[in-house]
């Protein structure tokens, strides 16, 4: 296949440049230019020999978004349209929400538009031929109309070295991986399990892709623990070794950090949205909380051993079999 695929960062630490960085090793044998306004590097900038990473300054791309000065006639009117002609055509173009806006200087014959967790207008829809949601529960986010399909962006594991742990732990800990940059974040909720919770809650961040605000009474509370841009070796070693993972979310348009935990931990606390949107998600280990984010800690799986979860349906060649159908239902 011929893929073309605008996103807004390479690299970084965040869900959306997780599904970017999982979907370019999913399609590593095909031909896949990737258009991003940022290169951020790192881990997750590492890209397959056969991905081009493309600037908006280049010739293909300049003036496709109108943000660069150009007048609005040349750049919508007239270059897009010569571009599109000029351009290769792709059998696919998907564009991750909020990524770079270039898909009126291509051509392709599916369009495939990522919600990523965003409520989506009509007016957006209407530019692609699918709404590609990463769970069931990200249809709130589609205009009425709009035709959909499930794809979840492939799981990789992380890796694994034999020097992952260079930060001190106690003996039992909790769990949570997320950047409070939005309330659906659930930062608040994180505040009240710190307050009751029996062990340290280990708090995984990082400001790679986004600056943000502690929020007042967690950067020095005595029940959190702070792990400031870990490592994936160093994610995966806490994830294994956690008495349990507890996502606080309130909404989620795949949820990265808990399909990491439904692959390395036991036990895992969350609302049920984004992946766990998913029937198949809801395995052993999983305990659900409602709105109210309230858990009984004493009743809680004890042991931190992770529980044989069944993930074949989130593998990269079920990603790419879905890509592949979409396109010979178009010819």
């Not at 010569?82 to 200087?105: E, F, I, K, M, T």
């Not at 538009?113 to 986010?141: Q, V, W, Y």
């Not at 594991?157 to 003996?171: C, E, G, I, V």
């Not at 990082?206 to 605000?213: E, I, M």
Request: hydrophobic share 40%.
């Amino acid at each position: 296949m011929k893929v073309l695929i605008s996103a807004s960062w390479l690299g970084g630490a965040g869900g959306a440049e997780r599904a970017l960085f999982s979907i370019l090793r999913a399609l590593r044998d095909d031909d896949v230019d990737v258009v991003v306004r940022k290169d951020l590097g790192g881990p997750y900038a590492v890209v397959p020999g056969r991905v081009r990473v493309r600037s908006l300054k280049e010739w293909r791309w300049r003036g496709a978004e109108r943000s660069d000065g150009l007048p609005g006639l040349l750049s919508g009117r007239v270059l897009n349209p010569l571009r599109a002609r000029l351009n290769p055509p792709y059998d696919v173009h998907y564009h991750l929400s909020a990524g770079c806006q270039v898909g009126a200087a291509a051509r392709a014959r599916v369009r495939l538009l990522n919600p990523a967790g965003l409520t989506i207008k009509p007016s957006e829809a209407r530019a692609f031929d699918f709404l590609a949601l990463e769970s069931p529960d990200n249809s709130r986010f589609a205009p009425a109309g709009a035709r959909r399909i499930l794809l979840p962006p492939p799981l990789y594991d992380l890796s694994k070295t034999a020097d992952d742990r260079d930060f001190d732990l106690p003996d039992a800990w909790y769990l949570t991986a997320f950047n409070p940059y939005r309330r659906v974040k659930g930062a608040e909720d994180l505040l009240l399990a710190a307050d009751e919770a029996p062990h340290p809650i280990v708090w995984c961040h990082s400001k790679r892709t986004l600056d943000w605000t502690m929020p007042t009474g967690l950067s020095g509370h005595p029940n959190i623990i702070h792990v400031d841009d870990p490592t994936p070796a160093q994610l995966r070693y806490l994830y294994e070794n956690c008495a349990a993972y507890v996502s606080f979310s309130r909404s989620e348009g795949f949820g990265w950090s808990v399909a990491d935990a439904l692959r390395y931990s036991g036990t895992i606390v969350s609302r049920p949205i984004g992946i766990l949107s998913f029937p198949e998600a809801r395995q052993s280990g999983f305990v659900p909380v409602g709105e109210t984010w309230q858990v009984n800690w004493d009743a809680l799986p004890a042991g931190s051993a992770a529980a044989d979860r069944d993930l074949s349906w989130l593998s990269p060649a079920a990603f790419r079999s879905t890509l592949e159908r979409l396109v010979a239902s178009q010819r």
